[in-house]
Each structure stands twice: as structure tokens, then as C-alpha cells.
């Protein structure tokens, strides 16, 4: 069982002031393995507690990023899964699958994680799941109304990948759980 | 050399004292065992000569002090025991007075005193007053104290206290404090009489001497405050103004110390509370090296714990007027003491604060006092330097903060920036650190356009540069964390009512475009967002409200918000600016407001042409622009096509081939909209294709020619992926035939000799052909339309 939090455009300091007093309890140091991140965090400071979190960080460059080193997209295998990571704004149009399902076959990876739009989905095609965790903060996006403050956390075990979507709702955390399966063989 | 002389032959002298008490100890008990009246008076009296000495500092006479009592009380029980004696106690109290010396007379006096009491042949208050009256006969000061001391002793048991059994006729708990008071003041004079001993030079060691025999007179405040008939009334009748008086008198700066500390710790808070007045109208009288404000904050330390545990006796405060009665006793303090620094006199005020914050809470009039006191001691100085002050200063107030945990309630607090206002720049800045902190902390809403008028008021010193200070001086990191926390702090200022979130937003405004080139493109982002929150606040609400001038429209707003971005172009930060821009005009698109998207998107364009010149930056920048172009719907035909063709120049024209072909095939969506009233231009997008792929088959030769093989297929397998995109969508110039030949000719590329072989190209065409295969395998229409594609 390998725990992978996904989340990305908290957009500190431009759009929000910090991660939800309820989510920061719930990330606690020593309990995921690692963090994929979609980017647009967009300070120094939130790459430093995010790396307190969980020492092994990857991250994707939004367009809001005040480092500018972060990489366009990134691939890395957790177990059986190849994941990778964009910020989409380079992806257009803007939260089409299809053209993410372009990307994911680009990068040949299981699962795409993807952000931009800051609203959560999590959609399986041809080419393996497409998972966007939203805004960890909830903030403001051109792209979408009411933005809740969500993030995702995959649990990895074999050939199998639990998806949690935690999503704040009027001041209470829900959870959601999404299953997926990947056939054994790589995708030639 | 001296020193180490007379300390060696102290302890000479007081070992040749201890073997004299020893000596004549041993025939003390010979005659007490003996019942020898005679010779165990003979025997004491000479035990108790060695306590004569003028030779030994208190702390060494102490220890001869404690062999003589523990032989003293021996002689008491012996005295008890009129069988063993057979002298009758009247007779013993005069018998002993027949001792040569009087300190061992009077010693002796004593230890019959307390038999004499015991027995109660006479009134316990007689013997009392003859026994303190009599101890006048010794005028040294150590010896005196500790004589007394000793009568204080052994008395301690047989004062006639309510419910005691020496109470009795004539004799009440009156005597006995009179007794305890007498005793009292004459300790204090011979303690104070000490002070004028020594010679001046040795003022060090006489202070040390005074210090250690400090608990001997403090103790009779004690027992007073044992004494079970000593009430409230007594207490502030008799007690205490006999106790101020002796120690007003003394003019003694370390006995007055003392001993209204010592007032202070041994009677309870609520004698305090009523006799206030009294208390602090002492203080002025006192000798000026007197450490008046630590009394005083002991004092206010000791009614705030009292407030706190005792919550009941809240009512009591306010009717005895405490803080009033605290607040003008300080005053004067201050007045009186003219030489006082000023790092007292804030000490002295942040303890009445404290005290007020304890106290009285509720009461934000008293705590603007406190403040309004400050600012009127700080004035007429120079902005303050010295770091204690300042020091005492940001406690004064952090103080409010953390009480009321609500930086609204300090911000109504008159007085509270006009402290502010007299720290230097570096402090100020600090104590504005630590008013955002606060807010961030405890999550407070700022909601009013005055509320945060005052705030930022407060904060200037991290808005912009004060005189006398420039942004170069500052550590870049320090800088940075400021002001990413004066950003944080914008989204803590919110209104539910449109019209006042529109006042807040000019507010801040107003405050921030003072900032400077270095802080613009830290505040300016935060604002912008707020703006375009509250438009869409606005967007979605029901209608305009008819026939009313309203302030807050979304169209004013998007002219506000071209102000705000345009200042960007001082830092200049054409990059930030491109990036609001564009959000400012899928905003406007949203509030169906034409004119304004397509101004922003003529500033975006402006900026992207002059300003945009880092060919990595034009790559992001022109797919932000084709992105958010992409979803625009509220553009009529001419404005599109302007916008559309601008675009898609810019795209051909970035540095790099693979940039351009994906940016030109990325342009292929603004022709093609999915949703019902949406473009679908198949014919443009077949262009833009077709474009794209010229651009890639050119990139594919250049690399043929300066490195002599082929470059990976991957632009010619993403642009095949574009083509399957729109065929599916039913763009009917996308046919089967163009897919195929597509097909083709990457297979043909992938296999001819000069192709270097990519692992990543190659997957990425394999999964293409994947995808092709599981379209054509779901049957249907789907199924259908990819039949003719062979692969």
C-alpha cells in the first residue's frame, strides 16, 4: 500500500491565504509516500511545507509559479502505475479530455494527474485515468464557479489504485472513493 | 587582604562563641538536671553573654543565635515546672532581672514572659507590653533585632487572639496587635539604624548585612496577618496605617522596598481591593531610588490573579474604582519622579494594561486610557530608539491582541496608532508583522472600508516607504515574507455587500499604489483577484436594481481594475500584467461585456508584442492567450477574427519550430467551439493543420541538415492525434484518407535509415495506433466512421 497525494493550484498568496485549518490537520508528516503536485503553488513557503509533509516531491510547472525551474510535465513510477504530471494550461482546450487523453498517450503513463481547471474529476478512457484534484484551497478560477477546496490521495497497492477525492463542503470534510484496475501488461 | 583577614577571624570569634555557649551548657544541664535554680541562672546568663558580640556579621551571629535558643528552651520547661524550682513565676520574672548584663537580663525576661502568660496570673497584654517596652534597653541593631526576633517567638502561641485561651477579660486581639505593632516599628528603626553604621565605602557588604536580616522584620506583618480578629475593618483602621506610617517615616529606601512588597505578598487580595487608597497614596511619599513600579506591578499582578480565579469579585473592582484609583496612583508616580526613564514609566503602563485586560475586559475605554497615557509620555520625544523602550512598547501592544484575539477590536482602540506612530520604522514594521499574524491566526474578517482604513494605517510601514527608509536596505528573504503576508492579509478583508467589498477594494487600493515598483507586483495580484471575485459575486446576482445609480457594477469595476493592472508597468512585470489581463477578460466575457474583454485582450496582445521578449515566456504566453481566446463566445465576428488571426501570426512566429507547430495546431481549436452556438469552422481548422504540419515536415529538415539524421516523429504522431480529435468531432474536411496518409508518412519516417530511433516517439505512435484500434473495435458510429482507416 503506497499512499500518493495528489493536489495543486492553492495559488498562495494571489487567490488564497493558506489551506483550509481542516486539511492541514489531515496532512500529516510520515504518512504519504509521495506528493504529486500540478503546480501554481505559488511560493517558496508552500514548497516548503509541502516537502515537510513528505520529503518526495514532484511537482509541475503552473503558470502563476514564482520558480520557474518546475518542469512542463513529469513521469515517475510508483509500483505498477507510470504517472504523470502537467499543469494543463499548456493542454488546450482547457480540461478537454480528449486532448489530455493526446497528453497521457504523449507521456505513456497509467495515470494522468492534471490541473488548471480547479474543478476535481477523475475519468478512465482508453489510454488509463485522467485525475484532476482541484484546488487544494478553493480558489478563485476563470474556468469554474464555486471552486470547493479539494485534493486526492491515491492509495497504490498492486495492480490496483484507490482514488479518494476529500472535498470541503460548508465547513465539512467529504470523502469520496473512486476504484481502478489496471490490466496486468504494460500498454505497448 | 583585609577581607580575607576578617572573614578567617570571624569565623574564629564565632567559634570561640559556639564553645562558650557549649561550655556553659554543660553546666546548665548539670544544675537543670540538679533542679539548682540558682546555678542554672548563673550558667544562662553567661551562655547568653557570648550573644554580646558586636563582632560577627548577621549570618554568623544567627548561628550563635540558634544554639542559645535551643538552651533557652530547655531553661523554659525547667522555668514550667515550678515543682522542680519551687519559685513561684511572679517571683522568677523578678528574680531574673537580676542578671548583671542586660541582654542576658532581657533574654531571660522573655523566656519567664512566656511562662508567665502561660500560666495566666496575669493578663497576657500586660506582660506583653512590659516585655516590648523593656527590650528599648538594647539599642544595637543586631542584637536588637534578634532579640526581639526571639520575643516575636516564643510569644507567637500565647497572644490573645479571638477563640484563644488567652482571651479573656481586657485582654482581646487588640492587645495583641498593638503588641505585634510596637515590636514591629521598633525592629524597623533599629534595621533602618543599621543604614548609618557603616562606613560608606562598605556599602556593598551593609546592604547584604540589611538584606539578611530582612525576614526578621517582615515576620510581624505576618503574624498580623494570622491574628483571626484582624479583619477588613481592623485591618484598614488600625493595621495598615500604622504599618504605612513606619514605613513612610523611615525614609529608608531598601526597608520601604521591602516592606511594601512584603504588605503586599502577606495580606489578602481583597483587603487590597478595599483599601486601595490607602496603599497607593503611600507611594508618592516614598524615597525616589525606591523601585515604586515593580511594587506597583506586583500589586496589579497580584488583583489581576485575583480577578481571574475569583471572577465573582469582578463587581467589587469596578465599585472601589481600581483602575481609576490605579491609573492616577501611577500618574503620579511618574510625576513625582522626574527622573524616572521612560523604559519605567511604559513598564509601569503595560502593567496597568495587563491589569485592565484582566480586569476589565469590557471595558475598551479604560484600555484606550492606558494607551492615551503612553502616547502622551512618548510625545515631545524623538522617534524612540532605545531597544528596551521599544521593547515595552510592542509588548504594550501585542497585549490587546492576544486578549481580545481580534484585531478588530484593538483597531477601535483611539490611542492604539498614535503608539504606533511613535516606534521607529524597523520596530514598526515588526509590530505590523505581528498585527497580520494575528489576524491570520485567529481567521478574523475585516469587513468594513473604515476598518480597514485604520489597518492599513497601521501597517504603512510594510505598504510603503516611510520617510527616512528605503526598500534597498532590507534583506531581500525579509522582504519577500512581508509582503507575501500583506497579500495573505487581502483575503481577509471581505463584505457580503457589494457596495462595501467595492469601497474595501479602493481602499486598499488607494493604500497599495503608494507601494512602489518592489511591492506592486506582490499586492497588486491579491487585489486583482478580489476584484474579479466580487464581479462575479455581482454576475450572478438578479438584475440591476431600477432607475438606482448603483457604485458597484461590473463594468466599474473592470475600469478599476485597468488602473490596478496598468501599474504594473512601473516594476514592470509585462508577464504578471498579460496573465490578469486575460483573466480580466474571460471575466468580462462572462458578464457579456464586449467592448471590455476586448480591450483586455488588446492590453494582453499589446504587452505579449512590446514587453514579452524571453522566447520561453512567448510560449507559455501565447497559449494562455490561444487558451483563454479559445473559450471566448461573447466576440461578434470581426472582433474574433481579429483576435483569431493575431494569435495565430504570433504562434508561426515563435523562435523555435517544434513551439510554432504546436502553438499553430493549438490554434486550430479557436476555430472549432463544442458547445450548440459554437464555431465550427472546419475549413480553418484543416488550415491551421495543414500549417502545422508544414512547419513540422521544414523542422524535420532542419535537423536533417544540421545534424544530418532525421529529429524524432513525435510533432508529426501529435499533430495525427489532432487530426483524429477533430474527425471524430465530424469535421467533415478531416477525412479518413488524410488520417491514413498521416499514417503512412509517419510509418515511412519512422523507418528510413537517417531516423534516429526515439523510445518515446515510438510509444507514443504505438498508442495512438492503440487508441485507433479500440475506436474501430466499439462498433457503432464510432466503429463506422474509423473503418476505412487501415492499419
Given at each position: 500500500m503506497v ?22 490537520s ?29 520529503p ?14 518546475y518542469p ?6 510508483i509500483?505498477?502505475?507510470k504517472?504523470?504530471?502537467?499543469h494543463?494550461?499548456?493542454v488546450?482546450p ?8 493526446m ?10 494527474v492534471?490541473?488548471h ?16 484534484p ?15 477546496p479539494?485534493?486526492?490521495l491515491?492509495?497504490?497497492?498492486g495492480?490496483?489504485v484507490?482514488?479518494y477525492?476529500y ?6 470534510v467529504k470523502?469520496?472513493k473512486?476504484d481502478f ?8 | ?11 574564629k570569634?564565632l ?24 546555678e542554672a ?14 563582632r ?16 533557652l528552651?530547655?531553661l523554659?520547661m525547667?522555668?514550667k515546672?515550678?515543682?522542680r524550682?519551687?519559685c513561684?513565676?511572679?517571683d ?5 532581672q537580676h ?8 533574654y ?6 512566656s511562662?508567665y502568660?502561660?500560666s ?6 500586660d506582660v506583653?507590653?512590659?516585655l516590648?517596652?523593656?527590650?528599648r534597653g ?12 526571639y520575643l ?36 524597623n ?7 548609618h ?8 557588604k ?7 536580616l530582612r ?11 494570622q491574628?483571626?480578629?484582624v ?5 484598614r483602621?488600625t ?19 521591602y516592606?511594601?512588597?512584603?504588605i503586599?505578598q ?10 486601595l ?5 503611600a ?5 525616589s ?14 488583583l489581576?490573579n ?15 474604582e481600581?483602575f ?13 519622579q522626574?527622573?524616572?526613564?521612560i ?5 509601569l ?9 484582566h ?27 532605545d531597544?528596551?523602550?521599544t ?12 486578549k481580545?484575539?481580534?484585531i478588530?477590536?484593538?483597531l ?11 516606534l521607529d520604522?524597523a ?24 476598518k ?11 505598504i510603503?516607504?516611510i ?9 531581500e528573504?525579509?522582504f519577500?515574507?512581508?509582503q507575501?503576508s ?5 483575503h481577509?478583508?471581505y463584505n ?23 511591492r506592486?507586483?506582490?499586492?497588486v ?7 474579479l ?8 446576482q438578479?438584475?440591476?436594481?431600477a ?11 473592470f475600469q478599476l481594475?485597468?488602473?490596478?493592472i ?6 514592470p512585470?509585462p ?14 466575457n ?12 488588446t ?6 508584442e512590446?514587453e514579452?521578449?524571453?522566447s520561453?515566456?512567448q510560449?507559455?504566453?501565447i497559449?494562455l492567450?490561444?487558451?483563454?481566446l ?36 493549438a ?16 475549413e480553418r ?8 504540419l ?5 523542422a ?17 504522431v ?14 467533415p474536411?478531416i ?10 508518412l509517419?510509418?515511412?519516417e ?22 485507433i ?8 458510429a464510432?466503429g463506422?466512421?474509423?473503418?476505412p482507416?487501415?492499419?
Amino acid at each position: 500500500m503506497v499512499l500518493v497525494l495528489a493536489l495543486g493550484d492553492l495559488h498562495i498568496p494571489h487567490r488564497a491565504s493558506d489551506l483550509p485549518p481542516k486539511f492541514k490537520s489531515m496532512l500529516v508528516p510520515g504518512k504519504i509516500q509521495h506528493i504529486i503536485c500540478t503546480g501554481n503553488l505559488s511560493i517558496k513557503e508552500v514548497h516548503d511545507y509541502l516537502k515537510t509533509v513528505c520529503p518526495d516531491l514532484h511537482i509541475a510547472r503552473g503558470e502563476y509559479d514564482e520558480e520557474i525551474r518546475y518542469p512542463e510535465t513529469k513521469t515517475l513510477t510508483i509500483g505498477q502505475f507510470k504517472l504523470g504530471v502537467c499543469h494543463g494550461h499548456q493542454v488546450i482546450p482547457w480540461g478537454d479530455l480528449d486532448s489530455l487523453a493526446m497528453l497521457q498517450r504523449q507521456l505513456d503513463v497509467d495515470i494522468l494527474v492534471t490541473g488548471h481547471t480547479h474543478q476535481f474529476t477523475a475519468y478512465k478512457h482508453e489510454a488509463g485515468v485522467v485525475i484532476n484534484p482541484g484546488s487544494a484551497t478553493g480558489s478563485y478560477s476563470s474556468i469554474t464557479y464555486d471552486v470547493n477546496p479539494s485534493f486526492v490521495l491515491m492509495d497504490i497497492d498492486g495492480l490496483r489504485v484507490v482514488v479518494y477525492v476529500y472535498e470541503l463542503i460548508d465547513g465539512e470534510v467529504k470523502v469520496d472513493k473512486i476504484d481502478f484496475k489496471k490490466t496486468t501488461g504494460s500498454n505497448t | 587582604m583585609m577581607i580575607s583577614n576578617g572573614i578567617e577571624d570571624e569565623e574564629k570569634w564565632l567559634a570561640e562563641g559556639i564553645a562558650g555557649i557549649q561550655h556553659n551548657a554543660f553546666y546548665l544541664h548539670r544544675a537543670l538536671d540538679s533542679n539548682n535554680l540558682r546555678e542554672a541562672l548563673k550558667y544562662s546568663a553567661l551562655l547568653l553573654s557570648e550573644l554580646r558580640t558586636s563582632r560577627l556579621s548577621p549570618h554568623k551571629y544567627y548561628e550563635l543565635y540558634m544554639r542559645a535558643f535551643d538552651e533557652l528552651r530547655r531553661l523554659e520547661m525547667f522555668f514550667k515546672d515550678e515543682n522542680r524550682h519551687g519559685c513561684s513565676v511572679v517571683d522568677l520574672y523578678e528574680l531574673v532581672q537580676h542578671a548583671g548584663n542586660i541582654l542576658p537580663r532581657l533574654y531571660l525576661l522573655c523566656t519567664v514572659g512566656s511562662v508567665y502568660i502561660k500560666s495566666k496570673e496575669a493578663p497576657a497584654k500586660d506582660v506583653l507590653k512590659d516585655l516590648v517596652e523593656m527590650c528599648r534597653g538594647v539599642q544595637h541593631p543586631v542584637r536588637g533585632l534578634f532579640l526581639r526576633s526571639y520575643l516575636a517567638q516564643i510569644s507567637r502561641d500565647e497572644l490573645p487572639d479571638i477563640a484563644s485561651e488567652y482571651e479573656g477579660e481586657g485582654d482581646t486581639f487588640m492587645d495583641a496587635v498593638e503588641f505585634v505593632l510596637q515590636n514591629f516599628a521598633e525592629m524597623n528603626k533599629l534595621w533602618v539604624r543599621m543604614q548609618h553604621q557603616g562606613p560608606l565605602r562598605e556599602r556593598e557588604k551593609l546592604d547584604k548585612e540589611r538584606n539578611e536580616l530582612r525576614d526578621l522584620v517582615g515576620k510581624n506583618l505576618h503574624v498580623l496577618s494570622q491574628i483571626e480578629g484582624v479583619d477588613l475593618e481592623i485591618y484598614r483602621d488600625t493595621v495598615l496605617p500604622r504599618v504605612l506610617e513606619q514605613v513612610v517615616n523611615c525614609k529608608d529606601e531598601l526597608a520601604q522596598y521591602y516592606l511594601m512588597d512584603c504588605i503586599i505578598q502577606v495580606f489578602p487580595d481583597e483587603y487590597h481591593l478595599q483599601t486601595l487608597e490607602t496603599l497607593l497614596g503611600a507611594c508618592p511619599q516614598l524615597q525616589s531610588a525606591v523601585d515604586i513600579k515593580t511594587v506597583l506591578s506586583r500589586l496589579m499582578e497580584r488583583l489581576s490573579n485575583y480577578a481571574a480565579s475569583s471572577p465573582e469579585v469582578l463587581p467589587e473592582f469596578l465599585q472601589v474604582e481600581a483602575f481609576t484609583k490605579l491609573s492616577n496612583a501611577i500618574g503620579k508616580v511618574i510625576e513625582a519622579q522626574v527622573d524616572m526613564p521612560i523604559v519605567g514609566a511604559i513598564t509601569l503602563y503595560v502593567s496597568l494594561l495587563t491589569f485592565t485586560l484582566h480586569v476589565h475586559p469590557d471595558r475598551l475605554d479604560y484600555v484606550d486610557q492606558v494607551l492615551g497615557a503612553c502616547v502622551k509620555k512618548l510625545s515631545g520625544k524623538a522617534k524612540l530608539e532605545d531597544s528596551r523602550v521599544t521593547k515595552q512598547v510592542v509588548a504594550l501592544l501585542s497585549a490587546p491582541l492576544d486578549k481580545y484575539n481580534d484585531i478588530v477590536t484593538a483597531l477601535t482602540l483611539s490611542n492604539y496608532p498614535r503608539v504606533m506612530d511613535h516606534l521607529d520604522a524597523a520596530t514598526n514594521k515588526v509590530m505590523a508583522m505581528v498585527i497580520i499574524q494575528s489576524i491570520m491566526k485567529n481567521n478574523t474578517c475585516v469587513s468594513t472600508s473604515d476598518k480597514v482604513e485604520v489597518l492599513f494605517e497601521l501597517i504603512k510601514g510594510l505598504i510603503k516607504d516611510i520617510e527616512g527608509t528605503s526598500t534597498d536596505e532590507l534583506d531581500e528573504e525579509d522582504f519577500k515574507e512581508e509582503q507575501n503576508s500583506v497579500a495573505r492579509l487581502m483575503h481577509m478583508l471581505y463584505n457580503d455587500d457589494p457596495e462595501e467589498m467595492l469601497k474595501i477594494i479602493n481602499t486598499v487600493w488607494k493604500h497599495i499604489m503608494a507601494g512602489g515598483p518592489k511591492r506592486l507586483p506582490f499586492t497588486v495580484p491579491p487585489l486583482v483577484f478580489s476584484a474579479l471575485k466580487l464581479v462575479r459575486r455581482l454576475q450572478v446576482q438578479d438584475g440591476d436594481v431600477a432607475g438606482e445609480e448603483v457604485p458597484a457594477t461590473p463594468k466599474k469595476i473592470f475600469q478599476l481594475l485597468n488602473q490596478i493592472i496598468e501599474a504594473l508597468s512601473v516594476v514592470p512585470s509585462p508577464e504578471l500584467a498579460l496573465r490578469l489581463y486575460l483573466q480580466c477578460a474571460e471575466a468580462a466575457n462572462d458578464c457579456d461585456l464586449e467592448p471590455v474583454a476586448y480591450e483586455f485582450f488588446t492590453q494582453a496582445f499589446v504587452l505579449y508584442e512590446e514587453e514579452v521578449a524571453d522566447s520561453k515566456a512567448q510560449v507559455t504566453a501565447i497559449h494562455l492567450i490561444i487558451g483563454t481566446l479559445q473559450r471566448m463566445n461573447v466576440f461578434g465576428i470581426e472582433n474574433r477574427d481579429t483576435l483569431t488571426h493575431k494569435a495565430t501570426g504570433y504562434s508561426a512566429k515563435l523562435l523555435k519550430k517544434p513551439d510554432q507547430c504546436r502553438a499553430v495546431y493549438a490554434c486550430s481549436h479557436l476555430f472549432w467551439v463544442d458547445d450548440q452556438d459554437g464555431t465550427k469552422d472546419g475549413e480553418r481548422v484543416l488550415l491551421c493543420l495543414k500549417r502545422s504540419l508544414r512547419i513540422a515536415n521544414a523542422a524535420q529538415q532542419m535537423v536533417n541538415v544540421t545534424r544530418g539524421s532525421s529529429g524524432p516523429v513525435t510533432l508529426f504522431v501529435e499533430i495525427l492525434n489532432k487530426y483524429l480529435y477533430f474527425f471524430e468531432k465530424g469535421s467533415p474536411q478531416i477525412t479518413g484518407a488524410a488520417i491514413q496518409g498521416l499514417i503512412e508518412l509517419i510509418k515511412t519516417e519512422m523507418q528510413s535509415d537517417s531516423t534516429t530511433s526515439n523510445p518515446a516517439s515510438d510509444a507514443f505512435f504505438a498508442s495512438t495506433l492503440r487508441y485507433i484500434r479500440f475506436q474501430k473495435q466499439k462498433g457503432g458510429a464510432m466503429g463506422e466512421k474509423y473503418d476505412p482507416i487501415k492499419l
